[in-house]
């Protein structure tokens, strides 16, 4: 009986101990449990998530401001940069703008390079149309040099200034040859810096064109409409109307001691009906004194004064002369012939004596 009893004391410890055993480990494991708990709580790192969260929204918003390329259909100054890349939308305004300006006057095609006579501010267009709205056309800044402007158009209007040539009267055996007045040429120097100038801002290409305009001659063919010419050796007055022969007189030139002066002279003055007054410088008039208007004026009923002091065309009150070397240096005509000839003159007609 005592055996029996303490064997079952015995058999009992070890039970107790077990179970003491057991509630141990799940004290250690709960425990084990929290601290786990606490350190993955700790770990799970909540300021980490919001800044990358941050750093991404950031990113995102940039990228839809600026963008990686120019939205769709933007120009700038006219050149297509939508759906490029900043750079190349820098590089392809570049080049537009480095592209010459055909300049034409009249006919001839010269070129300007816009470098050399104006700055773009295209990085400054390329950033604004990268926030610009598809289908913009941004404005290119272009900022014009004057110095040299001025000065290319100043080689342009001295390459095409052409001076006006006048009229001129010559005489070929004896006859009046007139060479014609040629107008010159001038370009309007403002009007072609006004437009190369419009035409560098806008940064277009299209072609600037000017016209030289005429710049007329003082003298004209006109100018020479009627020519008289004399032959004192054979003692005709021809009157050429436009370089072509219109009438032929029989006059009486200066005798040998008192010669017809040869040269060019103009008619200066025309008197009808003139009183004669006998040159106070000749030896031959001494004595003489004036004639009134009448049949025995030695001047007829009209007088032509030349250029030449003393010497004018005139009629006579000797028609018997005529044909002759016998006055004493003027040419006399017919009375009839000196009053149609009178007529038809001017104040300034050529007179050419040979």
């Given amino acids: 009986m005592k055996h029996f009893l303490s064997s079952r004391r015995f058999s009992a410890k070890p039970v107790a101990a077990a179970a003491l055993f057991v509630l141990g480990l799940a004290a250690a494991g709960a425990l084990s449990g929290t601290v786990i708990a606490d350190v993955t709580t700790s770990t799970t790192t909540v300021p980490a998530t ?22 769709a259909g933007v120009r700038v100054a006219g050149v297509r940069v939508g759906g490029l890349a900043p750079a190349d939308a820098v590089a392809a305004v570049q080049a537009a703008f480095a592209k010459p300006l055909t300049v034409v006057v009249d006919r001839s095609r010269l070129e300007i390079d816009p470098r050399t006579q104006a700055s773009a501010y295209v990085k400054t267009a390329v950033a604004k149309a990268r926030i610009a709205a598809p ?32 009229a001129k009267l010559d005489f070929r055996n004896a006859k009046p040859v007139i060479r014609r007045d040629r107008a010159g040429r001038a370009v309007n120097s403002k009007q072609l810096t006004q437009r190369v100038i419009a035409a560098l801002r806008a940064n277009t290409r299209l072609p600037v064109r000017v016209r ?34 219109a009438r032929t007189f029989q006059v009486a030139t200066g005798q040998a001691i008192y010669p017809t002066p040869k040269g060019d002279f103009h008619i200066v003055v025309k008197w009808m009906n003139p009183t004669w007054y006998p040159p106070v410088n000749d030896s031959w008039a001494k004595g003489l ?20 002091p003393g010497i004018g065309i005139h009629g006579t009150d000797e028609p018997t002369s005529i044909g002759y070397s016998a006055s004493h240096g003027c040419i006399r005509m017919q009375v009839p012939d000196a009053e149609w000839l009178f007529a038809h003159v001017d104040v300034g007609t050529t007179v050419h004596i040979v």
């Fill in 289 to 308: 004194k004036p004639v009134p208007p009448g049949p025995l004026n030695p001047l007829g009923t009209r007088w032509m004064g030349l250029s030449s």
């Fill in 50 to 71: 919001t800044t990358a969260a941050t750093t991404t929204t950031a990113t995102t918003t940039t990228a839809a401001v600026l963008g990686p390329t120019i939205p």
């Fill in 212 to 245: 030289t305009r005429a710049l007329p001659a003082t003298v004209t063919a006109a100018s020479f409409g009627k020519v008289i010419v004399i032959n004192r050796s054979a003692n005709r007055l021809y009157l050429f109307d436009g370089g072509k022969l």
């Fill in 135 to 166: 289908g913009t056309n941004v404005k290119l800044v272009v900022a014009v040099r004057g110095v040299p402007v001025r000065a290319w158009v100043a080689k342009v209007v001295k390459r095409f200034a052409t001076k006006p040539l006048d």
